[in-house]
């Protein structure tokens, strides 16, 4: 695990960004992640921009280690959503249904992207 620290110097170790690894090429790997009500995804830091699919709807909140407001987030079964990586936070269950996603990791604008691209 990597650590990171919080505002007040307090040490944070951070977790995977999903719970399992579903599928793995070298473009890209996508995670399943299920929160059954009031359970959360730990502190955590995405390296790579990627989508969410949500499997089943939830109301979600979105805290980040660096403070700042809450964000409340509704996500409808099937609904995607695009994030860009760097952020450090946590994924909390804030409602009354299990959420389940996918969450897609693209590899190739991330951690596989290379500064000096060309055409060819």
Avoid at 53 to 79: C, F, K, M, Q, S
Avoid at 83 to 108: A, C, F, Q, W
Wanted: hydrophobic share 35%.
């Amino acid at each position: 695990m990597t650590a990171a620290f919080a505002p007040d110097g307090t040490e944070v170790q951070l977790a995977p960004v999903g719970q399992e690894i579903v599928f793995e090429n070298e473009h890209v790997r996508v995670w399943e992640i299920t929160l059954e009500p009031g359970a959360h995804q730990p502190w955590h830091q995405h390296l790579n921009p990627y989508l969410v699919i949500a499997l089943e709807a939830a109301d979600n909140r979105i805290d980040a280690l660096a403070g700042g407001a809450p964000r409340l987030v509704h996500e409808e079964t099937g609904g995607v959503v695009y994030r860009e990586p760097g952020e450090i936070h946590m994924l909390t269950n804030r409602g009354t249904t299990r959420y389940r996603s996918r969450l897609v990791e693209l590899k190739d604008l991330g951690e596989n992207a290379t500064q000096d691209r060309t055409c060819g």
